[in-house]
């Protein structure tokens, strides 16, 4: 077996580009509704894979991406946790926003905040950016919870605007970590 190449590394967890292993597992997260439950629908097979294809040109061009997540003991993928830019309109973009989803056999082991807490420092050590955002759709607590726990603080709300007419989803919470802090 040839040794993985990762762009993170965490006691547990291996952080890197993604793979054509991972595209099974990542349809299949796309199409949980409990895994989807705070975004706009679930994504067909396409829509995943089309996910997929923009995050590794993402990686190609910045260096990064929502990393596809696999447990180092196993090298199960879990799904990403990573940094993107993000350009839709809002009062925090033009912006590098942290991301996270895992499928849910991964939930609470606190893998999303041991893989979001090596993104933010890498943000800032590695890939140097001076502030890094994070949003969460009102209701995702779990989610709030990844971001205050890894040094996050609130910011403000805001209507996204790929949800704005979805009446399940009022406004985000955004988060923010700035080098300096």
């Known amino acids: 077996m040839t040794a993985r190449k990762f762009v993170l590394q965490t006691k547990r967890l291996g952080l890197r580009n ?24 679930l994504l067909s097979t396409e829509e995943s894979i089309e ?16 990393f596809a997540v696999e447990v180092l003991e196993t090298s199960e993928f879990i799904g990403f946790t990573g940094l993107m830019n993000q350009t839709w309109e809002s009062e925090f973009t033009p912006c590098v926003d942290m991301g996270w989803r895992l499928k849910r056999a991964a939930w609470g082991k ?38 205050q726990k890894i040094g996050m603080k609130p910011c403000g709300t805001f209507v996204h605007p790929k949800i704005k007419n979805d009446p399940r989803f009022p406004y985000c919470f955004a988060y923010r970590k700035k080098k300096t802090d």
Not at 24 to 35: H, I, L, R, S
Not at 51 to 66: D, S, V
Request: net charge negative; charged share 20%.
């Open 51 to 66: 996910l997929i294809e923009k995050l590794q040109q993402h990686f190609i061009t910045h260096g990064y991406c929502y």
């Open 18 to 41: 993604w793979e054509a292993t991972d595209v099974a597992p990542f349809v299949a997260m796309g199409k949980d509704p409990e895994v989807m439950r705070y975004f706009p629908k």
């Open 110 to 147: 606190g893998y999303a905040s041991e893989a979001a807490f090596a993104c933010l420092e890498a943000a800032f050590t590695i890939f140097h950016q001076e502030e890094v955002y994070a949003f969460a759709a009102k209701g995702n607590t779990a989610s709030e919870k990844v971001m």
